[in-house]
């Protein structure tokens, strides 16, 4: 099996164990399925995600995976970025430990692209790997490259690492944007990325220098979760 498809797979199984916990613990004193039921009938993509999860893990309920499947794949269709991520994992088999064919390949990842577009960081960063790799879209640097820098916009670590190393190590690119991404991604807790920055700043000049500190101060005020001392 190739690495996009365990990054895939991986992600999504750790996806679904983390919001079944969410719903266990939210909802451990009183869940009311016909409730529930009644709310998704009425076309509440989040409900009808939240049933899925439920009926497919067996939370509180008997699993019924053919029934969590259903509300996942109509959440997904209702545009749910969340469930349609889920759903690719479903497309794969996530859990049956068959190799996917060609075509489940192929409509997981619509579903993928789908969940991205909608804005869904793991599915994000899951497109970006998956057009470095070239294994199931043809192989394209530039929109890997682009979905990269979106996630590290949107805070993704190892994504702002990714950028820092393109812009510290591509030729021609402005290495004081892989400092100030470095610089980002330190703030954000990063203890490799520190390192990363200093060998960085002591191969620029004394100009570039001055520039590199000005874009992290920018890029840290834009794109930092918590700041250092």
Not at 24 to 40: M, P, T, V
Not at 131 to 159: P, T, V
Not at 170 to 185: H, N
């Amino acid at each position: 099996m190739n690495t996009s498809l365990y990054v895939i797979i991986l992600s999504i199984v750790f996806l679904i164990v983390l919001i079944v916990l969410i719903i266990f613990f939210i909802n451990r004193k009183s869940i009311k399925i016909k409730i529930l039921e009644e709310e998704a009938a009425k076309g509440s993509p989040e409900t009808k995600l939240a049933l899925g999860l439920m009926f497919y893990s067996g939370v509180q309920i008997p699993v019924d995976k053919e029934k969590g499947c259903k509300y996942i794949k109509q959440a997904a269709d209702a545009g749910n970025a969340q469930a349609q991520y889920l759903y690719s994992g479903i497309v794969l088999g996530a859990d049956s430990g068959k190799e996917p064919t060609k075509e489940q390949l192929l409509e997981a990842a619509s579903w993928i692209q789908k969940a991205a577009d909608g804005g869904f960081l793991t599915a994000i960063t899951t497109l970006a790997n998956m057009y470095a790799e070239g294994k199931i879209f043809k192989k394209d640097i530039k929109k890997s490259q682009a979905y990269f820098l979106k996630a590290a916009e949107m805070g993704d670590i190892q994504s702002q690492l990714t950028i820092a190393g393109i812009y510290h190590f591509s030729i021609g690119l402005d290495k004081t944007i892989g400092y100030a991404w470095y610089k980002v991604a330190e703030h954000n807790g990063n203890e490799y990325a520190a390192e990363a920055a200093e060998k960085l700043y002591d191969e620029l000049s004394d100009d570039m220098k001055k520039e590199a500190l000005k874009k992290a101060d920018e890029y840290i005020s834009k794109y930092a979760v918590s700041k250092l001392n």
